[in-house]
Structures are given as C-alpha cells and as structure tokens.
C-alpha cells in the first residue's frame, strides 16, 4: 500500500530557557526532563542501559563486574554477589534497588558507572529508570521477537486529513510534536515521486498529460495501477533484491571464469511483475528444488542461494570453501529475511553452526536451452545462442554430519548438532521437515515475528530512504530502534493478512 501524500516534517529547534524547563544531570550539561507516561523497557530503560551499564553487567562474562548481570531479569533481581542483603532492582522500590542508588548518587566514590570509565547518566535517564522501577521494573522480551499485533489506528485531532490507516498513525506522531502536515503536493510532483518509486523512471509528457487531464477523484489510484502493470515496476523492484541477494555475474575471486547466473536475475523481474506472494517468492528460492513435482522455474528460483562468490582456482581446500559458501547462505538469511546478523555467533558466545543439508548437491548446475526459454522459461531475456548455466541447489543422497566449528574454523570441528532454528525467535515446528523447505515454513509460520517486518520495513526504506528501523539489516539487540513500533506491526500483519501481496 503507498501513502497518497508525502509529508515533510522540518526539524525544529528550540531553545528552551528557564529553569523550570530544564535540570542537571551528572556531567553538568543540561537537558530537558521528559520521562514517558509508561515506561518501557525495550524503548526507554534498555537503551540506556545498553549504552551506559552492559559494558560491565550485560551479556559479556569476560567483562562482567560484580557477577552483576542487568540484561536479564533473573539474574538482576537476584540479590547482590558483594551484598546478600541487597537487590539491583527492587520493583515498585526504587530507594531500596541498589544500582538505582548507585547511578543516582552524589558520592562520586559510589556512582556507577565510574568516573573512570567517562560515562554518566542524564537526569532525565536517571528518572526514566526510577519511574520504570515504581511501575514493578518489568523486563520485556526483545521487541523484534514478540509476534506484531494489529493496534487499531491512534486517535487523532484533525481527523479529516487522513486517507488511509498509514495516515493516522503519522499524523498521531506530528501532532504529538506539535507539528502540522504540509499541503498536498500538485499533481506534476505527485507523479514525478510516484514514477520514479515504482519503475526508477520520470515521466514521461503524454503521461504527465494524461494525468493532469483526469479530474476523476480516483485518478491517483487509477495511475499507481497503471504504473504497477508496466514492465518497469518489477526492473525496479528488482534492484533491491539482487543487492540483498548478492547477485553477479562474477565469481568474485581472481581466478574468474565466465559465470551465468543472469537468468535467475530476469526470473527476480518476472516474479515482481506477476506480483507473486511473498511467501511463496521466497519459498521457491530457498527450496524450489524441494517442493512437490519441481518445475524448471521453481527450481531456477533456488540459484538465489548459489549468488554468492565461487572460486574456480587450484590448489584450495574444498572444505575451507564448502563451509564459506554455507556461512555466506546462512549470512544471507539472517540479514536480508529474518533481520538479524549472524556472523558474530561464529566466534562470540553462540558458536556458528553450519547447515549441512544445503551444501554440495547432486544437481548444482542447470542448463538452459533455448527450447527451454521458447516454452518454459519464456521470461528469461535471452538474445543469443550461448549456452546458458545456472548454479542452482539440490540435495544429498544423505545428510552431511554438522558440528559446531571452534572460532568458525572449517578444520575445527566441536559437538556434534542437528537442525534447528534460533528458539529465541521462534521454536521450530516439528511437523516441518528439517531441511530448507522446513526452513521456508517456518520463516513463514504466523507466529514468526520477522518475516513480515523486515520485509515491510525494506519496502519502506525503498520508498523513503530510511526504514521504520534504520538498521533494516539487524532487528536484533545492537540494532536501531523502530521510530514507530506500532506503525510498523500494523504494516507488517496487513502485510500477512493480504496474502503476502507486495503490490
């Protein structure tokens, strides 16, 4: 769904005098104290924690002070290692919970964090964590593994200016600001932003004629379909997922041989254009060759997974190699679908495990004849007579023994392990078979909080430069916050309750 207006809000400064609009905090500055109604822990209390206490109590054991972790609510509440007697956290209780204390005193040999350490709480900080105390000091799960609710749309005060849902929750955040929507846009700007966002081109006269002549109240609508049929639109829509999806018709390394990947690229155009649902786009290329019957196409799909850089050289070590290519697969699933990065488990905390089903395969080449093309394939934008061969995946007769890798070393192999996927974001269903095509409906499963967001989420930062989340590649603890957590959950399941239907 597009926005039928674009709204430009300005930045403003003020410059707030007095001391009753601001108050001290720990360094000397001075910053206005705005403390939410209701506090978060995701939105409010985490990230200051985050930046200000987890370098000495947060998830890294090799740093932490005190045995004090305060990332987790169990062990934050428990009572304290140096003080039996004494709780980080005391809910409802802020003058009896020790880092409160800590953080809020004017003894500078008690404050923490330590003034060795150049870090300090504002006070508007401060009272955001007191307030959040006196609510009962609730940890939350991380807000990007919570299933998205539909919230209706939040009440607003000019309700004649919004069109559609998007409206009222855009409108809601200006007029929390105080700020007010531009006019609309004429309609020559209407249809410049509108051609450029859905084929990368401007328009041309006689559609910019033909627009400025329809005084139809539904004229705008009438040209996003008619610009969604073109050709243009799935070219467009394309580039982002060849980027995601690492495409080239390289190897990517010296010894580079002439590679022909780019039929899966004209299959990436064509699915936009058929407006194929996003659940089964995806499905098809993680596990086309899996699915019931295969076709040619669904298995074309799967060279999505065989994008990533081949050496052809001598003298290299298959194995070093082979675990590459499936670190570099599993890369792209953490970033580009589910949002969350992966390759720091190689080597911190939750060591890297390869997935050993999805590697060297029976099949890991197709061939594509011009018969093929004429019939079949007729998408593929073939011009000549050259032969045309696509990696694509296939199976093993048998399943490849997986271990943990020490430090991610392909020669270092650990315990021993078996499929899975991360429980923290959603257990895997059993009755899912336990290969990529069990990979699909799970990523796919209504429960799963990822899938949907990430995607609405890139769409909206093709549109407008920026996601919901600016970090569009990492949903997970180290990335950005949503601007508008509730925005982007009601995206996400319109998103899923329409069919996965990206036009």
């Known amino acids: 769904m597009l926005l039928r207006r674009n709204v430009f809000i300005p930045v403003l400064l003020f410059l707030l005098v007095g001391g009753l609009l601001y108050s001290c905090d720990n360094t000397g500055m001075q910053t206005a104290s705005v403390v939410p109604d209701s ?35 169990d062990s934050a509440f428990k009572a304290l290692q140096d003080n039996p007697t004494a709780h980080a956290w005391v809910p409802g209780k802020p003058e009896e919970s020790d880092a409160f204390l800590r953080i809020s005193t004017q003894d500078t040999s008690l404050l923490m964090p330590p003034l060795y350490s150049n870090l300090s709480l504002t006070s508007q900080e401060i ?32 309700s004649a200016w919004p069109i559609n849902e998007i409206d009222y929750f855009t409108l809601a955040a200006m007029e929390a600001k105080g700020l007010a929507p531009n006019d609309p846009a004429d309609k020559e700007r209407l249809l410049k932003r509108l051609c450029l966002d859905l084929t990368g081109l401007p328009p041309g006269i ?23 049929a073109l050709p243009a639109y799935g070219e467009k829509m394309a580039l982002h997922w060849l980027d995601l999806a690492r495409y080239a018709d390289s190897h990517g390394y010296q010894d580079d041989g002439y590679r022909t ?40 799909a799967t060279a999505f997974n065989r994008n990533h850089k081949i050496t052809e050289e001598g003298g290299v070590i298959p194995e070093e190699y082979r675990v590459m290519y499936v670190s570099d697969r599993t890369d792209l699933i953490g970033k580009g679908i589910l949002g969350v990065t992966m390759e720091c ?26 018969t093929d093309v004429a019939n079949m394939l007729r998408f593929i934008n073939k011009t000549d007579t050259g032969k045309m061969i696509v990696s694509v995946m296939g199976e093993l007769d048998t399943i490849r023994p997986t271990f943990v890798l020490h430090r991610g070393e392909y020669d270092a192999p650990g315990e021993k392990v078996e499929p899975a ?4 974001i959603l257990p895997f269903d059993n009755s899912y078979p336990k290969n990529r095509l069990g990979l699909a409906k799970w990523l796919f499963d209504p429960k799963h909080p990822l899938t949907a967001r990430v995607y609405v989420n890139l769409l909206w930062q093709e549109f407008f430069g920026r996601g919901i989340v600016k970090t569009s590649g990492d949903f997970g603890m180290q990335g950005e916050l949503p601007s508008h957590p509730a925005l982007l959950d009601w995206l996400a399941v319109d998103f899923r309750e329409h069919n996965w239907d990206i036009k």
């Not at 007191?130 to 009440?155: C, L, N, S, T």
């Not at 627009?211 to 609508?221: C, G, I, K, Q, T």
């Not at 786009?281 to 295969?294: I, N």
């Not at 996927?421 to 923290?424: A, E």
């Open 421 to 424: 996927t991360p429980v923290s």
């Open 127 to 158: 009272a955001i964590i007191k307030k959040w105390i006196q609510q009962g000091a609730r940890y939350e799960d991380h807000w990007a593994f919570v299933a998205p609710r539909k919230q209706a749309p939040p009440a607003i005060k000019k």
């Open 39 to 73: 506090v978060s822990y995701n939105f409010d209390v985490r990230p200051i924690l985050s930046d200000k206490c987890f370098s000495c109590h947060g998830p890294d054991a090799n740093k932490r002070e005190a045995g004090l972790r305060l990332d987790i609510a």
């Open 345 to 370: 488990a190689r080597c911190h905390d939750h060591k890297y495990v390869i997935g050993g089903q999805a590697t060297s395969a029976k099949i890991p080449m197709m061939h594509i004849t011009n």
């Open 206 to 228: 006689e559609l910019m004629d033909a627009f400025l002549a329809d005084s139809r109240p539904d004229a705008y609508e009438r040209m996003v379909d008619q610009l969604l």
């Open 261 to 300: 990947q780019w039929p899966w690229r004209d299959w990436v155009i064509h699915a936009f254009n058929e407006n194929k649902p996003y659940n089964e786009f995806v499905t098809w290329q993680l596990a086309g060759d899996l699915l019931p019957d295969a076709s040619m196409e669904q298995l074309l």
